[in-house]
């Protein structure tokens, strides 16, 4: 019996969608390791967590951090629904696509448009597995709204989108619609 049943359930799934998905630890790779001194330099500090709390798809690949192996079953299938999101995005834009919009507009730190929207469709998901699985007074809860803030207003993804009142109206409007779907008051 797994220890992470509704996790690796989620996996097979996304695995049928994308039979070459696979989940790998950052630290066995080069690349990810050179990627995480790399925004350790262009952020000055500011995203240092990269290996240890970031979970990042490239290609079929879902890098995970080293705090994964601790992550409980609730806590992975949120994160993978967030990353499923990902998936898609790439399969939407191409690879390369998906990395210029990822990386590009407007600018690559401070005011990267592109990303913001990519990393807002993929917390959107986040929002609804979280009320999924906690329900809805966890999707409500404040210091989640402050931590996702947080994703678009700080150095964790460059600073992507600085403007927090705007980060907090889409949040209110996913709620709004999760709200109208599951018809909750
Ligand atoms: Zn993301």
Known sequence: MSEHPRSDALVAEIQREFPRFRLRPKSTSALQRAIDVAL??????AQREYLTRYHTVLGDTLWLPSRWPDSPDDARY???RHERV???????????????????????????WGRARLEWEAYTETLRA???VHGLAAAR?????????????????GWMWPFPRMI??????????????????
């Open 86 to 112: 990902h998936l898609r995005q790439r399969r939407r834009y191409g690879f390369l696509g998906m990395a210029l919009i990822y990386l590009l507009p407007i600018l690559p730190l401070g005011l990267a």
């Open 168 to 185: 907090r109206r889409w949040i209110a409007e996913v709620l709004a619609d999760i709200e109208r779907e599951t018809g909750a008051r």
């Open 40 to 45: 350790k330099i262009v952020t000055l500090g």
């Open 78 to 80: 949120v994160l993978l």
């Open 130 to 132: 979280t009320a999924e």
């Open 141 to 157: 809860d404040p210091a989640l709204h402050d931590y996702l803030v947080a994703q678009f207003t700080s150095g964790a993804y």
